[in-house]
């Protein structure tokens, strides 16, 4: 066709490049749905749950947990709960955490020889020991676990960037494959009945409408956790001060430990290295736990703080908490000798980009506006159940007999250099998504010169 044909011809010409883009996108999106749809159920079962955490858990393990308020009885020092823990289960205390609201107990890791780490529940008012479980065995730290996919190494790490990454495409070739062409339903509306695949198939794709911008948030917010993205930006944001935010005073001397290691951590704090307590070449008495408390609570952190308690000369009382509230995290560690601090930061100490990142991953957690947030992201998570449910039903009912249903193959393969330019920037920005997209279209282009009919 010349550059002066216009009409009939070029209108054909235009028709057959949008079908080829359409085709291009549908066979994509199939592709993200294969690779994703496993990972997003789970991961929106366990985050469902998950979001609840504090509900669950002061509900399963009520027996633990949860204690009666006696205002008129003095509390029991946090030196004599340790004291009761280690009695009923021997082995040496790490950690004290306090008492979160009136009514729930204080909580004190032991380590044992036998059984390892255990959380042993202690009555603050009365210092009875209420009973113990696994360090992080409650039901809510398994289905964390799970939804981190922690319980299968550092390669399921790994996936999760990939899943995130392609959850992204997931949702652009989604929604180019609702926008209105000239239907009259299937937009905002839902038409046919279940035994229809035009139901199943307006289902997917108004549910899609509403949950694309959850997905997109929640897969971005996920990225810190990955096990490759997540770690670099990690580094680069505190690597060049212990792992502090820049500003943060840390002229102490280091350990090589981190403070992920020894106790619960912020996303921004995984890699920061613990001080170490300088006076115990001097002879000097370490304070001991009772006034380490002393020292915290005078300092105004949030109820519920834990205390790692040092286990070593050269070791420091680290008081860390990790509210809702954002602006009340704080990490506080003081050596055990004079009861200084040694490093005192809070939220307000991150950088730009680590309080964007902390903010993100506390939406995603459903803490940062309360019970709004939970229900939010609980919708959310039954839509992306939806999403994969109806997905699964429409590809069963289009599917060939005998085959895998794939999308056909664009007549004009060059629709698909928009997908390498996705796969260019996907490669910088996420390597193992850009790496992984490489590979599906090495195998897309096996899979159709192997499927292609071969002439008689």
């Given at each position: 066709?010349?550059?002066?044909?216009?009409?009939?011809?070029?209108?054909?010409?235009?028709?057959?490049?949008?079908?080829?883009?359409?085709?291009?996108?549908?066979?994509?999106h199939?592709?993200?749905?294969?690779?994703?749809?496993?990972?997003?159920?789970?991961?929106?079962?366990?985050?469902?749950?998950?979001?609840?955490?504090?509900?669950?858990?002061?509900?399963?393990?009520?027996?633990?947990?949860?204690?009666e308020?006696?205002?008129?009885?003095?509390?029991?020092?946090?030196?004599?709960?340790?004291?009761?823990?280690?009695?009923?289960?021997?082995?040496?205390?790490?950690?004290?955490?306090?008492?979160?609201?009136?009514?729930?107990?204080?909580?004190?890791?032991?380590?044992?020889?036998?059984?390892?780490?255990?959380?042993?529940?202690v009555?603050?008012?009365?210092?009875?020991?209420?009973?113990?479980l696994?360090?992080?065995?409650?039901?809510?730290?398994?289905?964390?676990?799970?939804?981190?996919?922690?319980?299968?190494?550092s390669?399921?790490?790994?996936?999760?960037?990939?899943?995130g990454?392609?959850s992204?495409?997931?949702?652009?070739?989604?929604?180019?494959?609702?926008?209105?062409?000239?239907?009259?339903?299937?937009?905002?509306?839902?038409?046919?009945?279940?035994?229809?695949?035009?139901?199943?198939?307006?289902?997917?794709?108004?549910?899609?409408?509403?949950?694309?911008?959850?997905?997109?948030?929640?897969?971005?917010?996920?990225?810190?956790?990955?096990?490759?993205?997540?770690?670099?930006?990690?580094e680069?944001?505190?690597?060049?001060?212990?792992?502090?935010?820049?500003?943060?005073?840390?002229?102490?001397?280091?350990?090589?430990?981190?403070?992920?290691?020894?106790?619960?951590?912020?996303?921004?704090?995984?890699?920061?290295?613990?001080?170490?307590?300088?006076?115990?070449?001097?002879?000097?008495?370490?304070?001991?736990?009772?006034?380490?408390?002393?020292?915290?609570?005078?300092?105004?952190?949030?109820?519920?703080y834990?205390?790692?308690?040092?286990?070593?000369?050269?070791?420091?009382?680290t008081?860390?908490?990790?509210?809702?509230?954002?602006?009340?995290?704080?990490?506080?560690?003081?050596?055990?000798?004079?009861?200084?601090?040694?490093?005192?930061?809070?939220?307000?100490?991150?950088?730009?980009?680590?309080?964007?990142?902390?903010?993100?991953?506390?939406?995603?957690?459903?803490?940062?506006?309360?019970?709004?947030?939970?229900?939010?992201?609980?919708?959310?998570?039954?839509?992306?159940?939806?999403?994969?449910?109806?997905?699964?039903?429409?590809?069963?009912?289009?599917?060939?007999?005998?085959?895998?249903?794939?999308?056909?193959?664009p007549a004009?393969?060059?629709?698909?250099?928009?997908?390498?330019?996705?796969?260019?920037?996907g490669?910088?920005?996420?390597?193992?998504?850009?790496?992984?997209?490489?590979?599906?279209?090495?195998l897309?282009?096996?899979y159709?010169?192997?499927?292609?009919?071969?002439?008689?």
């Open positions: 066709m010349s550059d002066l044909t216009i009409g009939r011809g070029s209108n054909g010409a235009a028709v057959q490049s949008a079908s080829d883009l359409y085709r291009a996108v549908w066979r994509w199939f592709y993200a749905g294969l690779m994703v749809l496993p990972f997003m159920i789970t991961l929106a079962v366990t985050g469902a749950l998950y979001l609840f955490r504090d509900e669950i858990d002061a509900i399963v393990h009520s027996d633990l947990k949860a204690v308020i006696a205002e008129s009885v003095a509390r029991a020092s946090p030196s004599a709960m340790v004291t009761a823990a280690i009695a009923a289960y021997p082995g040496t205390a790490i950690k004290f955490t306090d008492p979160a609201t009136p009514a729930t107990s204080a909580e004190i890791t032991v380590n044992t020889e036998n059984r390892g780490k255990l959380a042993v529940y009555n603050p008012y009365t210092g009875q020991v209420l009973g113990s696994p360090d992080r065995g409650t039901i809510m730290w398994t289905i964390r676990y799970l939804h981190s996919l922690k319980y299968f190494g390669f399921a790490r790994a996936l999760i960037e990939i899943a990454g392609w992204i495409l997931l949702v652009g070739t989604g929604i180019y494959l609702w926008w209105p062409r000239r239907q009259t339903g299937g937009v905002l509306s839902v038409r046919g009945t279940p035994k229809r695949r035009v139901f199943w198939r307006d289902i997917h794709a108004v549910t899609g409408l509403f949950v694309g911008f959850f997905i997109v948030f929640l897969a971005i917010t996920g990225m810190p956790w990955s096990g490759v993205w997540g770690a670099k930006v990690n680069w944001a505190n690597g060049n001060n212990f792992g502090y935010p820049a500003g943060v005073r840390v002229a102490v001397p280091m350990s090589d430990e981190h403070l992920d290691h020894v106790a619960k951590s912020s996303w921004s704090l995984e890699q920061a290295k613990i001080p170490q307590s300088a006076q115990h070449t001097h002879g000097a008495q370490p304070i001991g736990l009772d006034d380490a408390v002393a020292i915290f609570d005078r300092l105004g952190l949030h109820r519920g834990a205390v790692n308690i040092p286990t070593s000369p050269a070791g420091v009382y008081g860390s908490v990790y509210p809702d509230d954002l602006s009340r995290q704080r990490v506080v560690h003081l050596d055990q000798y004079s009861g200084q601090p040694l490093i005192d930061m809070s939220f307000a100490d991150y950088g730009p980009l680590g309080k964007w990142l902390e903010w993100g991953i506390n939406v995603h957690m459903g803490q940062e506006f309360g019970l709004a947030n939970q229900l939010v992201l609980l919708a959310a998570c039954v839509g992306i159940i939806t999403l994969a449910v109806s997905a699964g039903v429409m590809w069963w009912k289009r599917r060939p007999a005998g085959s895998l249903g794939v999308p056909p193959m004009d393969r060059r629709v698909f250099r928009g997908l390498i330019a996705i796969l260019i920037t490669g910088v920005v996420f390597p193992l998504v850009g790496l992984s997209l490489a590979i599906m279209l090495a897309d282009w096996l159709a010169r192997i499927s292609r009919p071969r002439p008689a």
